[in-house]
C-alpha cells in the first residue's frame, strides 16, 4: 500500500514538473466562440502616417506602436496617440461576452492601455489594463499582475453586463474582478494607447490568436 501510495506521489510530482497541470482552469469553458474574419480587425493609428510606419502583422502575430509625440487617431480628436485594434462588428449591450489574446510588451514600454473594453454609461471606457514599468494596472489603480515584461502572456476579459461585473484572468488565473461602468454600446480593443501621463517615449504591444466568445 505504502509503495503504490509513493509511486503516486511520484507521478505526480513528474505531471506538474512537466507542465501538464495548468492553475486556474480554462476562463472560456462553457463559451461559444464567435466566428471572426479580417473585416472585424480595424485598425486605428495616428492620422498623418501610413499604417506600416506603427503596424505590422507576420507569421499571425499583430505588432503596433507608437511614439509619445504622434498625433491621434483623428484630426477632429483631442485624445492620446495610440495603434490599436478595434474588434469591429461585434458590439454588444447585454449578455456575457469574453476577449481572448496572447499579448506581449516589450520592456520600456510604460503608460500605455494594451487592453481595454470601450463605451460605457458615464465616460468612455469599462475597462482600461495599463503596464505601468511592467505592471498591470487598473487604468492607473488597482494592480492586475505583475512581472509582465517580454514574455508572452495569455489575457481572458469577461464582461458579464446582465450582472454589472468584468473579471480578469492572467494564464488562466483570475486575477481582477470589478464592477462595470454601466451599459453602453461596448466592443474589446488591444495595442497600445497612451496614457494621459507617465508614458515612456516609445510604446509596443504585440498580439496573437485574439478570440471572441460569448454565452
Same mark, same amino acid.
Given at each position: ?17 512537466m507542465g501538464c497541470i495548468v492553475s486556474g482552469g480554462d476562463p472560456t469553458q462553457g463559451f461559444t466562440p464567435v466566428p471572426?474574419?479580417?473585416?472585424? %480587425? ?20 499583430? #505588432? ?6 504622434? #498625433? ?49 454609461? #458615464? ?29 508572452? %502572456? ?19 488565473e483570475k486575477r481582477f474582478k470589478v464592477k462595470d461602468q454601466g451599459p453602453g454600446d461596448l466592443y474589446f480593443k488591444c ?23 460569448? #454565452?
Open positions: 500500500m505504502k509503495s503504490h501510495f509513493m509511486d503516486l506521489l511520484v507521478s505526480l510530482i513528474l505531471v506538474i514538473s471572426l474574419t479580417a473585416a472585424n %480587425f480595424a485598425l486605428q493609428k495616428p492620422y498623418d502616417i501610413p499604417l506600416d510606419e506603427r503596424y505590422s502583422y507576420k507569421d499571425g502575430v499583430h #505588432k503596433l506602436w507608437v511614439y509619445a509625440d504622434d #498625433k491621434p487617431h483623428d484630426p477632429s480628436s483631442n485624445t492620446q496617440p495610440r495603434t490599436e485594434i478595434r474588434i469591429k462588428g461585434l458590439d454588444y449591450h447585454s449578455g456575457v461576452w469574453q476577449f481572448e489574446g496572447y499579448g506581449f510588451v516589450p520592456n520600456g514600454t510604460s503608460g500605455a492601455t494594451v487592453a481595454q473594453i470601450h463605451g460605457a454609461a #458615464k465616460g468612455a471606457t469599462t475597462l482600461i489594463l495599463r503596464i505601468y514599468n511592467g505592471n498591470m494596472r487598473y487604468y492607473d489603480g488597482a494592480l492586475v499582475a505583475e512581472d509582465m515584461y517580454d514574455k508572452w %502572456f495569455r489575457l481572458n476579459i469577461i464582461h458579464n453586463v446582465d450582472r454589472g461585473f468584468v473579471t480578469v484572468f492572467i494564464n488562466g495595442g497600445v494607447y497612451a496614457a494621459p501621463a507617465d508614458i515612456s517615449y516609445y510604446m509596443e504591444s504585440m498580439w496573437r490568436d485574439i478570440k471572441i466568445y460569448k #454565452k
